[in-house]
Nanobody, 119 residues
Framework: QVQLVESGGGLVQPGGSLRLSCAGSGISFRFITMNWYRQAPGKQRELVATITAGGSTTYTESVKGRFTISRDSAKNTAYLQMNSLKPEDTAVYYC?????????????WGQGTQVTVSS
């Protein structure tokens, strides 16, 4: 059974930093694409960052240069380092594991962690 558990959210002042973690079980992060999404109140869920099995990373435009996605395969944990946080980064952040097995798409989500950026 695949489980993803996020941690690291909280309240931070504008300009501050947080590091989110996503610990996985039942699956190896080494071979799959990991994503971080976020959903702000009243808005659709948004893809924030992606890291592929090969280590390539992509980011939504609004977080480029401020956020960094990474993965520690030994710990089976994905991270989202968030610097220079802005009030508009306030949202629930979710990690997502997406992969295909025998032609079937698999999609797993964590429970989410709240990030609030406010003075």
């Amino acid at each position: 059974q695949v489980q993803l558990v996020e941690s690291g959210g909280g309240l931070v002042q504008p300009g501050g930093s947080l590091r989110l973690s996503c610990a996985g079980s039942g699956i190896s992060f080494r071979f799959i694409t990991m994503n971080w999404y976020r959903q702000a109140p009243g808005k659709q869920r948004e893809l924030v960052a992606t890291i592929t099995a090969g280590g390539s990373t992509t980011y939504t435009e609004s977080v480029k240069g401020r956020f960094t996605i990474s993965r520690d395969s030994a710990k089976n944990t994905a991270y989202l380092q968030m610097n220079s946080l802005k009030p508009e980064d306030t949202a629930v952040y979710y990690c997502n594991a997406a992969f295909v097995v025998l032609g079937a798409k698999n999609d797993y989500w964590g429970q989410g962690t709240q990030v609030t950026v406010s003075s």
